[in-house]
């Protein structure tokens, strides 16, 4: 029920109505017990600020920021967290009233700290490792920050615009120390066949495999996978993308996305309702079974 005391969050992109996340927070909401809801705020690009302020005016307690609102979102904050700032990018928003009545606006990323626990539980520890990334947008940031923070020894970045994958290896590599090594390349199947073969990891962070394109794969289909690999895909939408299949079919560690979805989407949770006692496990296993469920029940 919806009444005086509801507390409300939302989240802010364009588009947003396939978003699994008012799925999973309201779910977390009524099994906790808590008056608040969540609801998808479709912005159009270039409307961001107006929107966060009417939100933050409205008495919002804060909102999650997706595609492709990230870094445009910069400029309305009043304060951001080392994690956001090193990324250059904020996917969760918290606003808080200020001793003389006026709102301050905190910007986060749970998506560093959600990529790094899925890849913890999926039991891969990155340290000393090499990785090979294949994106260079907001959440190819994010996993290479996590990875860098976590001591990952040899990192590359493969994108179709080389420049853009460049430009994110230079300004990660300004926060991390002088030890790690970080290098960008042009996506082509022989520089990732090639990456791939000496790394211990593999992410995507394209949509490539994505609903309705579920017979794309950034591997090729005619090269078998090296079965020593950890494969992990940031699509959640199939959970089994074809590169996933790909992977088990050659004998290595296959990853879903859900794993990220559901840990970033639990600390934003925290952020916003400052429930220091609520077990963050018990959060999680509460979202991934409303997202399995959402996810079943639907093509898209
Ligand atoms: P984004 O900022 O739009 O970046 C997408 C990246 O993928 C860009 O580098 C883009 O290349 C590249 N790309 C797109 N289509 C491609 C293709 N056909 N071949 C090669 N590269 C291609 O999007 P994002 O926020 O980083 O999200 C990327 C994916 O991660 C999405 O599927 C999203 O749903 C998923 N995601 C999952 C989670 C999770 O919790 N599991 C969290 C965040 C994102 P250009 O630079 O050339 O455009």
Redesign the pocket.
């Known amino acids: 029920m919806i009444d005086g005391h509801t507390q409300l969050v939302g989240v802010i992109g364009w588009p947003v109505e396939h978003s699994l996340s008012p799925i999973m927070h309201n779910a977390a909401f009524d099994v906790f017990g808590l008056n608040w809801r969540y609801v998808p705020l479709p912005v159009r690009p270039g409307e961001v600020e107006q929107a966060v302020k009417g939100l933050a005016a409205l008495g919002f307690r804060g909102a999650n920021v997706?595609?492709?609102h990230?870094q445009a979102v910069l400029p309305v904050l009043t304060s951001i967290s080392a994690d956001a700032r090193r990324l250059g990018a904020v996917?969760t928003l918290v606003f808080e009233r200020d001793g003389d009545g006026g709102i301050r606006v905190v910007g986060h990323n749970t998506?560093v700290d959600?990529?790094i626990g899925?890849l913890r539980e999926a039991g891969f520890d990155p340290y000393g490792t090499r990785a090979v990334i294949?994106?260079?947008?907001?959440?190819?940031?994010?996993v290479v920050a996590g990875l860098a923070a976590a001591g990952c020894a040899h990192l590359v970045v493969l994108?179709?615009?080389v420049t853009?994958?460049r430009t994110l290896v230079t300004d990660i590599k300004a926060h991390y120390p002088a030890s790690l090594y970080a290098q960008a390349n042009e996506?082509t199947p022989e520089k990732l066949i090639e990456e791939a073969r000496t790394a211990a990891l593999l992410v995507?962070?394209?949509?490539?495999?994505?609903w309705p394109y579920t017979e794309?794969s950034?591997w090729p289909e005619n090269v078998p996978l090296p079965s020593h690999l950890t494969v992990f895909d940031?699509?959640?939408?199939p959970l089994e993308t074809r590169l996933l299949a790909q992977a088990r079919r050659a004998g290595a560690h296959a990853v879903?996305?859900?794993?990220?979805?559901?840990?970033?989407?639990a600390l934003a949770f925290q952020l916003w309702t400052q429930d220091e006692h609520r077990e963050v496990e018990e959060l999680i296993e509460v979202m991934r079974a409303a997202c399995k469920r959402a996810l079943m029940g639907r093509p898209d």
Not at 134 to 142: D, L, Q, S
Not at 204 to 210: D, F, K, L, S
Not at 256 to 265: E, F, I, N, T
């Open positions: 997706t595609v492709p990230k996917n998506d959600g990529f899925a294949v994106g260079a947008g907001g959440a190819a940031r994010a994108g179709r615009d853009r994958a996506l995507n962070a394209t949509p490539v495999g994505m794309d950034i940031l699509v959640y939408n879903d996305g859900l794993g990220m979805l559901v840990r970033q989407g």
